[in-house]
């Protein structure tokens, strides 16, 4: 079993930038892949970024060149940061990582973007 806890959401205003936090209960270095998802009002969930163990991210085309995946193996924590966000990027976000054949979600934190 793996948990996972997020933070670091919360009201930013177009421009604005946030930086979200996922801590895991186990070591994330033995995850096959650690990644953010997001689900926007009224739609499904999305793909935001995916960092495999080995190899580098991928990014959804919507936030490449603003956001950034990165980890801590240190901390067992992953982080997303957040820059440039505009209206569209309001949603709950998810941590998401892959272990042992399985996915494991956070229970999400809400991000919104709004003058």
């Known amino acids: 079993q793996v948990q996972l806890e997020e933070s670091g959401g919360g009201l930013v205003q177009p421009g604005g930038s946030l930086r979200l936090s996922c801590v895991s209960s186990?070591?994330?270095?033995?995850?096959?892949?650690v990644g953010w998802y997001r689900q926007p009002p009224g739609k499904e969930r999305e793909l935001v970024t995916v960092?495999?163990?080995?190899?580098?991210?991928n990014y959804a085309d919507s936030v490449k060149g603003r956001f950034t995946v990165s980890k801590d193996n240190a901390k067992n924590t992953i982080y997303l940061q957040m820059n440039s966000l505009k209206p569209e990027d309001t949603a709950v976000y998810y941590c998401?990582?892959?272990?042992?054949?399985?996915?494991?979600w956070g229970q999400g934190t809400q991000v919104t973007v709004s003058s």
């Open positions: 998401n990582v892959q272990y042992l054949f399985r996915t494991y």
């Open positions: 186990r070591a994330i270095s033995n995850f096959r892949a």
């Open positions: 960092l495999p163990n080995v190899g580098g991210p």
